[in-house]
């Protein structure tokens, strides 16, 4: 199972050019000064998880990247896409091997083959951080730039279907309504992949 995470941040800022003739005045006896700082904890939740025998990663068995999403002012967005590998994978030692290519025996079983991969999405959750209502804004999902539904098998049998490519962007008639200046939008969908094998 994997999660990804897109984002964007639309971010105002305000700065102050001092120059050398600015004179920056010092504390004054009997008045006080304050300051903050926000801090927050976190825990790290695993956004892989592996099965016994695959597991995904991202680009050429590396990390997978978060993809960008682009949000217009009118509402519109779309994004970057977000690359995937579905590859063979030892839940004893965590090694992580060769892709899981249909048709291609498993490395090192002999006559055991993977016959078909079939994928599965769920719907896109996007949540906005000062809380902007998204509820009524719906993402269109695409898989190797093909619209796809949400919740529904998408059986490949292609060599190459263990490499796949993820974007989104949004459905017509919908969009984000009203875009704040300084939010952080998330998209957030779950990819699933099952390898059926046969001799």
Same mark, same amino acid.
């Given at each position: 199972?994997?999660?990804?995470?897109?984002?964007?941040?639309?971010?105002?800022?305000?700065?102050?050019?001092?120059?050398?003739?600015?004179?920056?005045?010092?504390?004054?006896?009997?008045?006080?000064?304050?300051?903050?700082?926000?801090?927050?904890?976190?825990?790290? $939740?695993?956004? $892989?998880?592996?099965?016994?025998?695959?597991?995904?990663?991202?680009?050429?068995?590396?990390?997978?990247?978060?993809?960008?999403?682009?949000?217009?002012?009118?509402?519109?967005?779309s994004s970057t896409p977000v690359l995937l590998? @579905?590859?063979?994978?030892?839940?004893?030692?965590?090694?992580?091997?060769?892709?899981?290519?249909?048709?291609?025996?498993?490395?090192?079983?002999?006559?055991?083959?993977a016959n078909t991969i079939t994928y599965r999405?769920?719907?896109?959750? @996007?949540?906005?951080?000062?809380?902007?209502?998204?509820?009524?804004?719906?993402?269109?999902?695409?898989?190797?730039?093909?619209?796809?539904?949400?919740?529904?098998?998408?059986?490949?049998?292609?060599?190459?279907?263990?490499?796949?490519?993820?974007?989104?962007?949004?459905?017509?008639?919908?969009? $984000?309504?009203?875009?704040?200046?300084?939010?952080?939008?998330?998209?957030?969908?779950?990819?699933?992949?099952?390898?059926?094998?046969?001799?």
């Amino acid at each position: 199972m994997k999660k990804i995470i897109i984002f964007t941040a639309i971010t105002s800022f305000f700065y102050l050019s001092i120059t050398a003739d600015t004179v920056i005045a010092g504390p004054v006896a009997g008045t006080s000064d304050s300051s903050s700082a926000a801090i927050q904890w976190a825990a790290n $939740i695993p956004v $892989i998880v592996p099965g016994e025998f695959i597991t995904f990663t991202g680009d050429n068995s590396g990390p997978i990247k978060d993809g960008m999403l682009d949000i217009q002012a009118n509402g519109k967005f779309s994004s970057t896409p977000v690359l995937l590998e @579905l590859r063979y994978y030892d839940d004893e030692t965590g090694d992580i091997g060769t892709g899981v290519i249909v048709g291609e025996d498993v490395p090192g079983l002999g006559l055991v083959k993977a016959n078909t991969i079939t994928y599965r999405v769920s719907a896109v959750q @996007l949540t906005s951080k000062q809380d902007n209502d998204l509820s009524g804004t719906q993402a269109q999902v695409l898989m190797n730039n093909v619209p796809v539904s949400s919740n529904v098998d998408l059986v490949e049998t292609d060599a190459d279907s263990w490499k796949t490519s993820w974007s989104i962007k949004n459905k017509p008639g919908s969009g $984000i309504d009203d875009t704040v200046a300084g939010d952080t939008v998330t998209a957030t969908t779950v990819i699933y992949a099952d390898v059926n094998f046969a001799n």
